[in-house]
């Protein structure tokens, strides 16, 4: 590309930022549209078709939900090195949503092969769209440039209204015409945002943006192929590996490869910190217990696609104001209204020298998810004769969790890079990416303790209320605790840590 294109592509502007911005914008949220209206169907389909005959279906969907949780968050660590070394950002989101896009069509297909094959297209694709299309937006601004924080609020609220209006979508035609019709919609959705990237490129409104960083790598040859089509390959070949990996759920292989991982990540990391001076050594301790509280976090609020929509089907009183699978889009509703209130309290906080540390807000934000549950936990107080409770019960709940949401995640991901030492920056966002990987183990062993055994599927009343509101409380009271050690330890982190914030 020549310099002048270059330049015309820089000086493209929409609305303040840079045109390539919004063809991000509409390509992640479609992309996040067919993410998110999958999720929300996914724990239901399960239930009602591919474990219907079993009696430990519950089970056997805990376990399969939390493995294709923990792989698709897992395998952004692997897509994005892929593309920071060979591919570039332009042909690892044109193969992951390819790849994800593929996954989705194929749900649409009444098979249970190809259900697990689905998942592993998704988990696949997802590890290289999701890390780049990001980092993508990042590099759409120069360094220093004030615009950037903007940018990526703008970016991010593509990303909620995708999570809202999926659901809703989704999950309407799978009640109207059947599971295979919702999740072909979401398929659609993944097209659309490829096709809107596509756009983009034909625009140049990207400009050298997102090219391989090297040409010669990109095309060098292994085995007589070059990479650039060697990766397709390869990542094509791993798809029936990790479905097995998935359908395999009495054997539950993913659970004990993800406790190798976490047991080497920590090992690796003691081993950096004997080498760290001290007060690198304290920042990179802060990191840790901020990646380790965001996993806690990440762990609660993730049931919101398993048990809490389950609990929804089967004990809240929906009355046609919404479907379980619908009640998904309650916290992306609310997290776009409330980011922006949020941010400005933030931002008035600090004017007034008030705004909290990064622990506090963890802590009020584990706080806020015990809040949530305890909640859902005296629901049952509210319950008619039939063991369903009030809409508004889960309501609330999600309404509050978006708060302790908007606490933590924006926060967490600017404190690893200021925290990490500068050698091993980019192992610890692969680190921090991993945390939700791993939250999803959480997710699936609260699951298999709330696992209904029956084959009914009318399953409900008083009894799965019991279940239910019983876990909650007990997830209640570990979401309380975590809180209070957080905010009682406080002072003292400040004391042996010094001036990280």
């Not at 690893?416 to 945390?435: C, E, H, Q, R, Y």
Request: charged share 15%; with cysteine.
């Amino acid at each position: 590309m020549s310099d002048t294109a270059i330049k015309n592509s820089e000086d493209q502007q929409m609305f303040g930022h840079p045109k390539g911005l919004f063809y991000l914008f509409f390509a992640e949220l479609w992309e996040r549209f067919s993410f998110y209206g999958m999720r929300a169907l996914l724990t239901l389909y399960m239930i009602d078709h591919i474990f219907e005959a079993i009696v430990e279906r519950d089970t056997a969907t805990a376990v399969v939900y939390a493995s294709y949780g923990s792989l698709v968050y897992a395998s952004t660590v692997i897509g994005g090195q892929i593309s920071d070394k060979i591919m570039g950002m332009r042909s690892s989101i044109f193969l992951g949503g390819i790849l994800m896009a593929l996954g989705h069509f194929v749900l649409a297909v009444e098979n249970d092969i190809a259900f697990f094959l689905a998942l592993a297209f998704i988990v696949v694709g997802n590890g290289f769209f999701k890390p780049n299309i990001s980092t993508f937006v990042g590099a759409l601004y120069k360094e220093g440039d004030v615009r950037k924080d903007s940018g990526f609020t703008i970016f991010y609220m593509g990303i909620n209204i995708g999570g809202f209006v999926a659901p809703l979508l989704c999950g309407w035609l799978a009640l109207k015409y059947g599971y295979h019709y919702g999740f072909g919609l979401a398929g659609i959705g993944m097209m659309a945002g490829l096709i809107f990237f596509w756009s983009g490129i034909k625009k140049n409104v990207f400009g050298d943006k997102g090219m391989p960083p090297s040409k010669e790598i990109y095309e060098k040859k292994i085995l007589g192929i070059p990479q650039k089509t060697l990766i397709p390959i390869i990542s094509v070949l791993f798809v029936p590996v990790i479905a097995y990996l998935l359908s395999s759920w009495k054997a539950n292989y993913v659970s004990g490869i993800f406790k190798f991982i976490g047991f080497a990540v920590l090992a690796y990391l003691v081993y950096i910190m004997v080498k760290l001076d001290s007060d690198a050594r304290k920042k990179l301790i802060m990191a840790v217990l901020i990646t380790f509280f965001m996993t806690l976090f990440w762990g609660f609020h993730e049931l919101s696609g398993s048990v809490i929509t389950l609990f929804a089907s089967r004990n809240v009183a929906l009355d046609g104001i919404m479907t379980a699978a619908q009640t998904n889009a309650l916290n992306s509703m609310f997290i776009i209204f409330l980011a922006i209130p949020i941010s400005l309290l933030w931002g008035y906080l600090a004017k007034k020298g008030l705004n909290p540390r990064t622990p506090y807000k963890f802590g009020l934000g584990l706080l806020l998810a015990g809040v949530c549950f305890y909640i859902l936990s005296i629901s049952g107080a509210s319950a008619d004769e039939n063991g369903m409770v009030p809409f508004a019960y889960l309501l609330i709940m999600y309404f509050i969790l978006s708060i302790g949401e908007l606490f933590m995640s924006p926060v967490g991901l600017s404190k690893i890079t200021d925290l990490s030492p500068k050698n091993i920056v980019a192992f610890m966002m692969g680190v921090w990416f991993l945390s939700s990987a791993f939250a999803f183990q959480i997710v699936g062993f609260i699951g298999e303790q709330l696992a209904v055994e029956s084959t009914d599927k009318n399953v409900g009343g008083l009894e799965t209320l019991t279940i239910y509101t019983d876990g909650f409380h007990l997830i209640a009271m570990y979401a309380l605790g975590a809180g209070a050690i957080v905010l009682l330890f406080s002072p003292l982190m400040k004391k042996l840590l010094g001036n990280v914030h």
